[in-house]
């Protein structure tokens, strides 16, 4: 198949609030930490047909795009670069100060155009953020705080500006990862903000991005929350996340991936045929469709209507069930299912050994004894 080149408007400047952050620190002022002055703007790079891809974030980028979202692209021809700048549990003003101190705090991974990932410790943003010509670079709220806009208005103004003023392409477009919602039993600490409940986190979250990109001036919002919250009315219901708040390894992974796909990629995605080993071909749709609705109806939830039950009306197939108790860096392939925490009391949804959804889940009720 040849390879398909994606066309990448320009973007029209924007001129930027600064805003008075918390705790004193005043706004970027136009000028690198270093002491460097900032070069001019930045001109529109040669079309060599490559989207490079750069996430700013933690542990929910790290969900988003390093698992398929190359795959994805590689499925329809595109040439992709993915970077993920990576602090776990790290929020937006933690990732202002680092700029600000032009600090080496980050865990930087990459995926090469051939889809080897790599791996550096101690990066800075401004290296990062130098390296590639990226056609989009992208922000996101820590997962505590994704609901409470004025957390955004605080940091996000000033960090976009730091990020426009140093990419090296004139035609790259900021974007922002909305985030998902807790499941409906997480003890996550920040969950009494949202009063534990699922459906309240979600409406605060689509509510924060819309301002927050209204703020910003940012057209790209990515709705991988709303892509969670629709896959959640599908019959493997509230299984999205392996611990109360990070995703479920397979389809959880692969809804939201599928959601970066169609909206930078402006394709389809439900016609994408790159389906994960570990994912079965009937959660696999459910996840494309669940994403494709996200992408047409960001701040609403679809419910999934057609996928309220599992193959053969939600009873189990003959077919043995394998379940391994691992951990979420290191996931056995399919047939096996995956346990990913030792003490989640998140439901995880069974396939058999034929990869065919049964309507069956397992719940751990009391955690496990973790061999040292």
């Not at 409906?184 to 459906?199: M, R, V």
């Not at 109806?297 to 209507?305: I, Q």
Request: hydrophobic share 35%.
């Amino acid at each position: 198949m040849g390879k398909r080149v994606l066309k990448i408007s320009a973007m029209c400047c924007a001129i930027l609030t600064m805003v008075q952050l918390l705790g004193g620190m005043s706004a970027y002022d136009g000028t690198k930490t270093s002491g460097l002055p900032v070069g001019e703007p930045p001109k529109p790079v040669p079309d060599d047909g490559v989207i490079r891809i750069l996430a700013i974030g933690n542990s929910f980028s790290q969900d988003a795009v390093e698992q398929y979202l190359w795959n994805l692209a590689d499925a329809e021809g595109f040439d992709v670069v993915i970077g993920n700048m990576y602090i776990g549990g790290c929020t937006l003003a933690t990732h202002l100060t680092h700029a600000m101190n032009d600090a080496g705090a980050y865990v930087y991974r990459k995926i090469a155009l051939d889809g080897t990932k790599t791996e550096k410790g101690s990066y800075k943003l401004s290296t990062a953020i130098a390296e590639e010509p990226w056609d989009f670079i992208t922000l996101q709220q820590v997962s505590d705080y994704s609901g409470v806009y004025s957390t955004f208005a605080a940091s996000l103004p000033t960090l976009a500006a730091y990020v426009e003023e140093r990419a090296t392409n004139g035609n790259m477009k900021l974007a922002l990862h909305q985030t998902w919602a807790y499941a409906k039993n997480s003890t996550h600490g920040a969950f009494p903000t949202y009063n534990k409940d699922q459906t309240t986190m979600y409406n605060a979250i689509v509510d924060a991005y819309e301002k927050a990109a209204e703020l910003t001036g940012i057209d790209i919002v990515i709705p991988s929350g709303t892509a969670i919250q629709n896959g959640r009315t599908s019959y493997l219901g509230d299984t999205f996340c392996r611990d109360g708040y990070h995703l479920e390894v397979n389809y959880s992974r692969y809804t939201s991936a599928c959601t970066w796909f169609e909206t930078l990629f402006d394709t389809d995605v439900t016609g994408n045929d790159f389906v994960p080993a570990s994912v079965s071909a009937y959660d696999a749709e459910i996840a494309r469709h669940a994403a494709h609705a996200a992408v047409l109806r960001p701040d609403t939830v679809t419910e999934m209507a057609e996928y309220k039950k599992g193959p053969g009306s939600g009873t189990l197939t003959p077919g043995a069930m394998y379940i391994d108790f691992g951990n979420g860096s290191n996931t056995a392939p399919a047939p096996w299912n995956n346990v990913t925490s030792i003490s989640s009391t998140t439901p995880v949804a069974l396939t058999d050994s034929d990869g065919e959804a049964t309507g069956a889940t397992v719940t751990i009720t009391k955690q496990l004894t973790q061999k040292q």
